[in-house]
T-cell receptor
Framework: QKEVEQNSGPLSVPEGAIASLNCTYS??????FFWYRQYSGKSPELIMS????GDKEDGRFTAQLNKASQYVSLLIRDSQPSDSATYLC?????????????FGKGTKLSVKP | ETGVTQTPRHLVMGMTNKKSLKCEQH?????MYWYKQSAKKPLELMFV???????ENNSVPSRFSPECPNSSHLFLHLHTLQPEDSALYLC?????????????FGSGTRLTVV
């Protein structure tokens, strides 16, 4: 059973701090990794994708990937109350010879003013 | 309209009813998906269609029946559901199945089975 693990949280950080969200995955052959943000009552929204080891930065967001450790993370700098949401880690996995996304349960982030 | 549109947004149905969920994407994508999201559980992949052909069925009970008449439309037909089927049903699309493609989700249908 291919799995994606995340701490469910809630993770609480003060406004302006760095929020660090972590994800591990079990399928060693996974190639693509995504972070989605889901506000309460809304659908998931893609915010970052990463395919190679190392860091990828986009504005206040940095995704980090370490395939050897099967670990992917998302850093949010200068956290804002509007960042409060559940963050879903998604990993592509070869399933029935097609690559489909497997999601973690999500980490709930709360940014306090 | 743009993106992925799902209707209805909310649905309450009895266990003996038959209803259908509709999804339409305006992104020119070739792959479409149905996911189920229940409280405190990860998103569960139900069905995958690529170029109108069903490529995966993740052991979903037969009371859920998908239909994909073309690459832009996806339906989920529901009949004799159980209360534990109450959940948020999300439709998504991507350029194709396979690696490197992120998914665009619709707003979902909140289903309650009574």
């Amino acid at each position: 059973q291919k799995e994606v693990e995340q701490n469910s949280g809630p993770l609480s950080v003060p406004e302006g701090a760095i929020a660090s969200l972590n994800c591990t995955y079990s399928d060693r052959v996974s190639q693509s990794f995504f972070w989605y943000r889901q506000y309460s009552g809304k659908s998931p929204e893609l915010i970052m994708s990463i395919y190679s080891n190392g860091d990828k930065e986009d504005g206040r967001f940095t995704a980090q990937l370490n395939k050897a450790s099967q670990y992917v993370s998302l850093l949010i700098r200068d956290s804002q109350p509007s960042d409060s949401a559940t963050y879903l880690c998604a990993v592509n996995t070869a399933w029935g010879s097609q690559g489909n996304l497997i999601f973690g349960k999500g980490t709930k982030l709360s940014v306090k003013p | 309209e743009t993106g992925v549109t799902q209707t209805p947004r909310h649905l309450v149905m009895g266990m003996t009813n038959k209803k259908s969920l509709k999804c339409e994407q305006h992104l020119g994508h070739n792959a479409m998906y149905w996911y189920k999201q229940s409280a405190k559980k990860p998103l569960e992949l139900m069905f995958v269609y690529n170029f109108k052909e069903q490529t995966e069925n993740n052991s979903v009970p037969s009371r859920f029946s998908p239909e994909c008449p073309n690459s832009s439309h996806l339906f989920l037909h529901l009949h004799t559901l159980q209360p534990e089927d109450s959940a948020l049903y999300l439709c998504a699309s991507s350029q194709e199945t396979g690696t490197n493609y992120g998914y665009t989700f619709g707003s979902g249908t909140r289903l309650t089975v009574v």
